[in-house]
Nanobody
């Protein structure tokens, strides 16, 4: 069974850090593009970061550039999102997804999400 499971969310103060994990099972995630998405209350789901399966290229939306880093450990079949200098506006449910390309419309498999809360 294809499955993606996020972990590592929690509550942190502004300026703090969290490391999210996306553990894949039932498929080899290294062959897929893996994206991180988030959805805050009252807002549309947005793409945050993505790592390509072909060459490992990474992409980040402007609001997180310089603060978030996406990486993967293929031996562990896991993708990570290191989030530094967190801001209250980063508060959202974070999802990982897998697909053939770093395009939202191509994502085939989605995790259940993990909550990230940034507040004083």
């Amino acid at each position: 069974q294809v499955q993606l499971v996020e972990s590592g969310g929690g509550s942190v103060q502004p300026g703090g850090s969290l490391r999210l994990s996306c553990a894949a099972s039932g498929f080899t995630s290294g062959y897929y593009a893996i994206g991180w998405f988030r959805q805050a209350p009252g807002k549309e789901r947005e793409g945050v970061s993505c790592i390509k399966g072909s060459d490992g290229s990474t992409y980040h939306t402007d609001s997180v550039k310089g603060r978030f880093t996406i990486s993967r450990d293929n031996a562990k079949n896991t993708v990570y999102l290191q989030m530094n200098s967190l801001k209250p506006e980063d508060t959202a449910v974070y999802y990982c997804a897998a697909g053939p390309a770093c395009l939202t419309a191509t994502m085939r498999y989605w995790g259940q999400g993990t909550q990230v809360t940034v507040s004083s």
